[in-house]
Nanobody
Framework: QVQMVESGGGLVQAGGSLRLSCTAS????????MGWYRQAPGKERELVAS???????SIANSVKGRFTISRENSRNRVYLQMNGLQPEDTGVYYC???????????????WGQGTQVTVSS
């Protein structure tokens, strides 16, 4: 069994900052990669950023220069530091991870419960 718990969302003014965190727990052999998706009202879920176990990152063009993704070395934890937030960043942010529970199993997608980020002007 795998659980993913995320936190850090909230209401901020334009130009403000938030840091999201997500921790996976349970039966885990390997996690690679971990990432963050977001979904705005009336829009499809989109990839914001991802990071591999080795530290290679991918960041959406819309948030480059403002968002930073990081991964804690000894924990199954991923962060998303969001600076210079804008109203268009508003949405529900979901943590995602591909996890192998044992070395004999394939990777599967797991999702956090979602955390609301609201940016006011």
């Amino acid at each position: 069994q795998v659980q993913m718990v995320e936190s850090g969302g909230g209401l901020v003014q334009a130009g403000g900052s938030l840091r999201l965190s997500c921790t996976a727990s349970g039966s885990i052999f390997r996690i690679d990669p971990m990432g963050w998706y977001r979904q705005a009202p009336g829009k499809e879920r989109e990839l914001v950023a991802s990071i591999t176990q080795e530290g290679d990152t991918s960041i959406a063009n819309s948030v480059k220069g403002r968002f930073t993704i990081s991964r804690e070395n000894s924990r199954n934890r991923v962060y998303l530091q969001m600076n210079g937030l804008q109203p268009e960043d508003t949405g529900v942010y979901y943590c995602n991870a591909k996890i192998r529970q044992t070395k004999w199993q394939s990777f599967r997608d797991y999702w956090g419960q979602g955390t609301q980020v609201t940016v006011s002007s």
